[in-house]
């Protein structure tokens, strides 16, 4: 065969420059297997080095080992947005038909009242209503009287600024036929607070475990449990204080403070225990 020189060669069996691409595809077959390999391998070293991370943890955490209990606790403050407040109606009547009305007539003022007072339909609830015969027991005798009619009114303010304004207005209203029955402050996105709350009793445990583990010359291994013991509550205005407040008539405004609202949070961590690494190296 003619060469680029125009040269005629033979090509012989066997011969070096077919020998020679045989080696260079047989090579690259060798590439990519190796390539497959190593990466086959490093896919084998991941899920080995993950089983042996699990059941490093499963030692650690296994009945018979050394264990840490600690606790951890942490607050975190906020200002109240929102007030709920709880009125009651009380009206007697010679009948049931007339009690009713009575008290329709009251509850009816004392809603108009907290509309006017920039609290929305939604935030107004009916949270009560009773209707209860009411009698005398002249020698041991019962004998009926009238009825009493008992509605409850839940409202929320979403506008702190004006609840004294607003609550003065219903009792104003309503007059001696209503009576507050609570009144309490609340967030109306508590989650955050709570949240925050949680995170520093974390840290605060986590800070306790280490040193305590340093102290006893060992290192912490993997958190075996966490436990929240948090329980979350609202604070409450005080009800006798604010009774006292309430103005029978028009002429004052009941006082309203937010004040702010202090959430506490309880975490409790267990950790596995392992040597120190000094005593390790030693």
Known sequence: MPDADGATSHEVPGSPAKTSRRLSVG????LAIVVAVALGGAALWVAVDRSTTSGHA???CGPGTPKLS???TGQATATPNLLTVVVQVDTTGPSATAALASDNAEAGAAVAAFKTGGVES???????LSLQP??????????????QVTNSITATLRD??????TIDGV???AGNAVQIESIGFSASNPNGVEDQARARATTDAVARARALATAAGRSLGPVCSMTDQSEMANSDFGNDALKEAAPSTGSLEV???SGSQTQSAQISLVYGLEPSRHHAAR
Do not use: M
């Open 134 to 147: 009411q009698y005398v027991y002249p020698k041991g005798v019962p004998i009926l009287t009238g009825y």
């Open 160 to 165: 702190i600024s004006k609840a004294g304004a």
């Open 255 to 257: 006082p309203i403070e």
């Open 27 to 30: 090579s690259g077959l060798t």
């Open 171 to 173: 009792v104003g209203v």
């Open 58 to 60: 499963s030692a650690a």
């Open 122 to 128: 939604r935030d107004i609830q009916t949270a009560g």
């Open 70 to 72: 600690v606790q951890g």
